[in-house]
């Protein structure tokens, strides 16, 4: 059976989808079939996948409202083993238009079961914010909520709002829901306050966060222009070297 995992955190450029498409990349160097489903109105993780956003006959918008199979929407990256449901700005829209679906926090979770056997790990990249489309990727995420958290000032600003949302969802629409981890993000060795909050993060989730800690580098900024992964744009970078170590501890920690 798949393992869905929603990537969560209502602060932007925390590393969300440079997390969601890095991770998968290298899970699916590793042999797995994995499926990145945007379900940001931005698309950041169809355009670091390479994928031309104007050119897309469907995309997440028109699975959850308009009636396509998303079957029908899934398309192949130029990595082997790793498949993308893009988004389009449109999906902005969705946030609205879902308030009057049926079941509507559950549409996500609907509409995803006819492909996600298909994978052994969905990883779903939320927007920034805690609407309705994170709450669908909430619900949707049976095995749990992902959390990227950026080694800066303020990184744990918000958070408490966000573990009330995980947990709202979990008591009342997702009993299955849990933190299956915290990924800390944008770390710069040369700073002290860095290292204070990475010590502060593993105060504050001691049983949840990832023991690699993702570097802040330029090539893992740049690869998205150039809508590759880090294992394709810069395979020996730093960036690509902590992906690869949190993709093998995240495979030991969900077999």
Known sequence: MSRIYALANQKG???????????????????????VVDVDPQANATSSLGVKRRSLAHSTYDVL???????????MTQQSRLDLLPATPGLAGAEIELVSVSSREHRLSQVLEPVVDGYDYVFVDCPPSLG??????????????????????LALEGLGQLLKTIYMVRDRLNPRLVIAGVVLTMFDVRTNLAKQVVDEVRRY???????????????????????????SYSPGSSGAVAYEALAREFMERYR
């Open 205 to 231: 989730f001691p049983a949840y966060v990832f023991q690699t800690v993702i570097p802040r580098t330029v090539r893992l900024g740049e690869a998205p222009s150039y809508g590759e992964t880090i294992l």
């Open 65 to 75: 409202l308009n009636g396509v199979a998303a079957g029908r929407a899934v398309l």
């Open 13 to 35: 450029g925390v590393g969300k989808t440079t997390t969601a498409v890095n991770l998968g990349a290298y899970l699916a160097e590793a042999g797995k079939r994995v499926l």
């Open 132 to 153: 309705l489309l994170t709450i669908n990727a909430l619900v949707a995420a049976r095995d749990g909520v992902l959390i990227p958290v950026q080694c800066e000032y």
